[in-house]
């Protein structure tokens, strides 16, 4: 009998986040608290920028996009969101997204399957995912198991479950 196995890798729906980023703009543009504000979204590759008028104004159309980032399913563990900037009279908030397991996050895993995982499990690190492989499936869904519960700071999906 083959070895089974599965992916672990960290990637965001682009889909998923082009409807949130237009759900959000929609929103910005139709709400009254936001009329004149001058706040705007914009995605650009793995960069969303928000600007508005005041720091308040700015993330709050912040909390709107993260807000509509959660309805469509995309983590926020994927935004990395600093402070607003003041550049000139607007203030700025230049987002971006991470993407892609690390080389030392997928050793945070592979480590965390080797102590806490079934003993049959074998990882191996190939580029920005992760693959894991047994003999049983019912211990790779026990990996999967304990990978979702496990505090990362980083969003896991789970891909080739073989």
């Known amino acids: ?11 965001i729906d682009r889909m998923e986040l082009d409807n949130a980023i237009n759900q959000a703009i929609r929103e910005i543009d139709t709400r009254f608290d936001f009329k004149n504000t001058g706040a705007k979204i914009e995605l650009t590759g793995d960069k969303i920028a928000i600007e508005a008028d005041t720091e308040e104004r700015a993330k709050a159309t912040l909390d709107v996009v993260k807000d509509k980032l959660i309805k469509r399913g995309v983590s926020l563990k994927h935004l990395e969101a600093p402070e607003p900037q003041l550049s000139g009279k607007i203030y700025k908030i230049a987002c971006t997204l991470k993407e892609g397991i690390s080389t030392e996050n997928a050793k945070k895993v592979a480590k965390f399957l080797r ?8 990882t191996q690190i190939q580029g920005d995912e992760l693959r894991v492989t047994s003999k049983s499936r019912d211990d790779l869904q026990e990996a999967i198991e304990q990978i979702k519960n496990g505090k990362f700071d980083f969003a896991v999906q789970f891909v080739n479950f073989r």
């Not at 102590?115 to 074998?122: F, V």
Request: charged share 35%.
């Open 1 to 11: 009998m083959a070895d089974s196995s599965f992916d672990v890798v960290s990637k």
């Open 115 to 122: 102590d806490e995982g079934p003993k049959s499990i074998k």
